[in-house]
């Protein structure tokens, strides 16, 4: 065999055999969507061992393990997570850039999974909130506070300054695309391509969305500490983080955060509230991301099509889909809180043009250089050509990485505290948890988890106050 088609051969065989983050996680997965938590924390370890640290994907794996680890009720360990991913990402909110010329170079010759993954903005708020419930399980509410204030940080950050970056990102990589003489607005207009991008995305796919990014289960769990905290301006910022959520709700959903609205509003006119019971149900798991493939037009005389590979949502069901709670004057019925999954995809479809254009500019980039090359080897052209082929089938990837273990709602239902101290939760999926103590405080939230129908929840108590 000719030594320039081994060389190739080689390089695009490694380049194939190259494992994905989501096939990396799924032994994780299998265990955590099963319930068996203990056996996902044991998976995760290894993973949490090689890449913790690592520059491209570290923030990605924290993220995850420190969800997999807290579901196991390893906090220690869990914090450390969710405390390394926010060392890596805490410089984006007012330091360094978002975008790194040599990472765009880089992702033009190969693809987007060359990028260091920083997070998306509903990532940075809920890796906070996380940390946040961390500490109110461990009692410590005010440190939970400081973790929800920057959870509130990045949502203000991302109102600001977002659209702005899309904005130069996907200039950027129409501009690389120029360079190499291929104009993505050619593509974008096909009439072809469009078609099967609204089949594949909706009509959004080509309107960047004015998202506020607020993630309204961090308001809410905000608005709880803060009442838990008593103090005259905690009780007016609780009332404002109340009266946030009830307007993204709307009506008739937003009905028992009106009743925080009103409480908080009647605490900061001097008048006692009554002890109360917050039942949170984090429950399902939220989009990951599947892969379509797709012959593009180039409008290039040497190649007029490559293709091309792009990220989907991929939905995931059979959640604990609503609960009630017993042991109180009356059964209280649980309302959705927070549908992750359209935060998800707003911030998706928010984004979803600058994608496009980035994977359009980097196949086109790919399937020149191969042309070119092939040109340049004369009598061994062949072998160059296969090899580009064999090269461009392994780099034209979509992005698959995302926070696979963020759940797909969280649900909430309110009541007094029952005069027993005690009370129950019937899942929908008919699980039952029963005889929760309460403690003895104003407030308290009793933490529900169940990421499968048919799975035993967890459950913990968080008071609202320090002991």
């Not at 419930?133 to 203000?156: F, H, I, S, T």
């Not at 993204?248 to 409480?263: C, F, I, R, T, Y």
């Not at 999954?341 to 911030?347: T, W």
Request: with cysteine; hydrophobic share 40%.
């Amino acid at each position: 065999m000719h030594r320039t088609m081994r060389c190739a051969l080689l390089l695009s065989t490694a380049l194939l055999c190259a494992c994905g983050y989501d096939r990396k996680m799924s032994g994780v997965i299998a265990a955590y969507d099963g319930g068996q938590y203990q056996q996902a924390a044991t998976n995760m370890q290894p993973l949490l061992q090689e890449y913790s640290d690592a520059p491209i994907n570290g923030v990605v794996f924290n993220l995850d393990g420190g969800s997999v680890l807290r579901a196991a009720d390893d906090l220690p360990g869990s914090m450390k997570c969710f405390d390394t991913a926010y060392a890596s990402v805490r410089p984006y909110l007012d330091q360094e850039a978002e975008t790194k010329i040599t990472e765009e170079a880089a992702a033009v010759v190969t693809n987007q999974t060359v990028r260091t993954y920083r997070g998306t903005t509903y990532d940075r708020i809920l890796l906070n909130t996380f940390q946040a419930l961390n500490y109110l399980q461990l009692g410590q509410p005010d440190k939970a506070n400081v973790e929800l204030n920057r959870a509130l940080l990045w949502q203000q950050d991302a109102v600001e300054r977002n659209a702005d970056r899309i904005e130069k990102e996907q200039a950027a990589y129409t501009k690389a695309g120029e360079s190499k003489g291929y104009d993505a607005s050619k593509t974008l207009q096909d009439e072809g391509f469009r078609k099967s991008m609204e089949q594949a995305y909706g009509p959004v796919w080509d309107k960047r969305g004015n998202a506020n990014y607020e993630v309204t289960f961090t308001t809410y769990l905000r608005g709880l500490v803060l009442m838990g905290r008593g103090d005259a301006s905690s009780l007016d910022q609780a009332r404002q983080s109340f009266k946030s959520v009830a307007g993204m709700l709307g009506e008739p959903a937003n009905a028992a955060v009106l009743q925080d609205v009103a409480m908080a509003d009647d605490a900061t006119r001097g008048i006692t509230p009554p002890k109360m019971v917050w039942v949170l149900l984090e429950t399902g798991r939220a989009p990951s991301r599947k892969e379509f493939r797709l012959d593009i037009p180039l409008f290039m005389q040497q190649v007029p099509y490559v293709g091309a590979a792009f990220p989907l949502l991929d939905y995931h069901g059979d959640q604990v889909a609503t609960f009630s709670v017993e042991g109180g004057e009356q059964p209280a019925s649980a309302s959705l809180l927070c549908d992750v999954d359209a935060v998800v995809k707003q911030e998706f479809d928010d984004k979803l043009p600058l994608v496009i254009t980035a994977t359009l500019v980097s196949s086109a980039s790919k399937a020149v250089a191969t042309y070119f090359a092939q040109k340049a080897a004369g009598d061994n052209g062949w072998a160059v050509a296969l090899g580009g082929a064999l090269y461009q089938v392994a780099m034209n990837s979509a992005d698959l990485r995302c926070w696979l273990t963020l759940p797909k709602q969280w649900m909430v239902a309110r009541l007094p505290r029952p005069a027993s101290g005690k009370l129950s939760v019937a899942l929908g999926d008919g699980q039952r948890v029963d005889g929760v103590e309460l403690p003895d405080q104003t407030f308290s939230i009793v933490y529900l988890k169940s990421v499968r129908s048919g799975t035993k929840p967890l459950c913990h108590v968080l008071p609202l106050a320090a002991p």
